[in-house]
């Protein structure tokens, strides 16, 4: 699945990402498409039990290695004064220091999925597969012979 994926235009990246935060229960989720948007792929609200808001952005990152601390720090100041949550989502993975880096105290954290659990969200809103449960009956001739 993630090959799959990997083998799509950045922009169509962007919008199944969309797609996924919509199905997930997000909000107003856009695509904002902008260049020179410092990082901001897209936007979007979670509303909590219909008290709470948060204005969250997204960055789609369709990697095939491993994105680092870097690309979180600046992901952080491009969100700076636009939403209260940041979402990082990629194809490949995260190292250990760009985990750490998203979660630094005295920053805003900044959520990650990885790739796995990005094609795990597709597979449990079955969003661009199919999921069949296949039965298989093994017969145990030992035991009809013991009869």
């Known amino acids: 699945m993630l090959e799959s994926i990997r083998n799509i235009e950045p922009m169509q990246f962007e919008r199944l990402c969309q797609r996924l935060l919509r199905e997930l229960g997000f909000i107003n989720v856009e695509v904002t498409g902008k260049s020179n948007d410092g990082g901001i792929d897209g936007k979007g609200i979670l509303k909590i039990g219909q008290?709470?808001?948060?204005?969250?952005?997204?960055?789609?990152?369709?990697?095939?290695?491993?994105?680092?601390?870097?690309?979180?720090?600046?992901?952080?100041?491009?969100?700076?004064?636009?939403?209260?949550?940041?979402?990082?989502?990629?194809?490949?993975?995260f190292s250990k220091e760009a985990k750490k880096e998203a979660q630094r105290d005295g920053a805003k954290q900044i959520d990650l999925i990885d790739g796995n659990e990005f094609a795990e969200k597709l597979k449990e809103l079955r969003l661009g597969v199919n999921v069949e449960l296949v039965e298989e009956v093994k017969i145990k001739n030992d035991w009809f012979k013991n009869l």
């Open 51 to 93: 008290v709470l808001s948060f204005h969250v952005v997204f960055q789609a990152k369709r990697y095939q290695g491993t994105v680092s601390p870097s690309v979180i720090r600046d992901f952080r100041g491009a969100m700076d004064g636009r939403a209260e949550k940041g979402l990082i989502m990629t194809t490949g993975s």
